[in-house]
Each structure stands twice: as structure tokens, then as C-alpha cells.
């Protein structure tokens, strides 16, 4: 889903549609503690930002990594699978402020 991101083909609502899929999928990826997906989904949409297109859309994107929610969940599922998946757990400090 990310690659589609990436293309030249979308129209806006398109890139929309998409951005909220990839929310829907950081909220399962949180739950179920898979972390390096969430962390290979932020260093996507970071290099997002360096293009010319979509510029406002992969900024709100990118402000769900720090909300209250992404944030407080976020600390939540590292309490949870931390353990399990520590790899991923750690390529993820630092992001958004998490401690």
C-alpha cells in the first residue's frame, strides 16, 4: 500500500483514501505489536515529505504519529509485546517522543 503512495497516477482523493487505509493499518499494527512495520511506515511517509505532491496530505499523515492516541497506544503495546518483539520496539525510540 505504501508503493501506491509513491506513484504518479493518484488524484488527491485517491492519496486520501489511501492515508486513511495506512492509519487503519498503523492501528493494527500497534495492536499487535508489530512495530518495525510502524516504523517502516513513518521513514515512508517522512521521505513523502520531500516530494512535490501531496505535501498537506502526508503531513496529516504524519501528525497521527504524534498524537495523544498514536502515542498513549503506542506505550500501551510496548508494554504489552515489547518483550516479544523488542527489535522492532527499539528501531522505534525516539519516534514522536516516545520514551
Known sequence: MLDLLQTDFL???????????????LTVFIETGRFQQIYETYEVM????????????????????????FITNMVSAITLWGRKERDGAISLQGLCGIP
Open 46 to 69: 517522512t521521505a513523502q515529505m520531500t516530494g512535490e505532491k501531496f505535501i498537506h496530505e502526508t503531513a496529516g499523515i504524519l501528525d497521527y504519529f504524534r498524537s495523544d492516541e
Open 11 to 25: 488524484t488527491e482523493e485517491d492519496y486520501r483514501a489511501i492515508g486513511a487505509r495506512v492509519i487503519d493499518f
